[in-house]
């Protein structure tokens, strides 16, 4: 080869490696139970993550209907029986990405994997399934606080990989998402401006069937909603004793717990769990 051609090429070279992104460590299924799924311009690779935490299903309280019926289509699925695909929506702090974590954690070892999926790379969620189809595990692939703006297409590739595709997902693939909302897309009052009535019966528009059709594609649909107190003590109760001792709850940290969820205007799973931070925290640095 021409030695000028070679100098320029290495030149080129030295110019591109910078933007390549760095070679990926294989992930072994066998070993990791977790990943994440990152894309770039030329597909995407795999990260293996440890779990953040050891929270189980004991842990949430105030959710018990939705845990038996999320941890039931887990099981079919990681069996090899008929499973829906899953989405857990509703008020926020209410325990959705938790329930997800706790059954990492408590499901791993009877074969549960699990993948996620940032909402901006959905646009390789295809490439994503297909890779994970030859593999010998069973694998939940997870989108957290998952929602779409009016202009967004990236639903699109969602819709195509949970019902659309002549293909479908693999068999040992299962889609999980939460989202805050029910439809996952927005809705204006415009988009009811196509709904009429026919006879007794009420048709809407294209624009909701459209918004609507893609949450409807999840087989399995959980909702969550904020806690009543009684709900909410029980919770600050379990968190105090859990990160701290039993005698920690008390007939003050009571009241604390009260007035803390009212100065948030909120009471849920996630506001239990700071106000326990807080009180344990400050319990152990006052002694």
Known sequence: MDESLSRRLLSLLERIEPWLPPTPVAVDW??????????HALGGHLVAVPPRDDLRLDDLLGIERQKLALVDN???????YPANHALLWGARGSGKSSLVRALLNDLADEGMRLVQVDRHDLAGLTT??????????RFVVYCDDLSFEGHDDAYKALKSVLDGAL??????????????RRHLLPESMQDNQGTRLVGDELHHGDAVEEKISLSDRFGLSLGFYPFNQDTYLETCCHWV???????????????EAIRFATLRGSRSGRVAW??????????RLSH
């Open 30 to 39: 066998s070993r990791d139970v977790a990943a994440l799924w990152q894309r």
């Open 74 to 80: 887990l099981r079919a699925f990681l069996r090899g």
């Open 128 to 137: 994503l399934v297909e890779r994970l189809r030859y593999e010998p595990h």
């Open 167 to 180: 293909t479908g997902p693999p068999e040992n693939v299962l889609l999980l998402a939460t989202s805050n």
């Open 241 to 255: 004793s859990r990160l701290g001792k039993t005698e920690d709850w008390t007939p003050q940290a009571r009241a």
């Open 274 to 283: 700071q106000f326990a931070c807080q009180w344990v925290g400050q319990q």
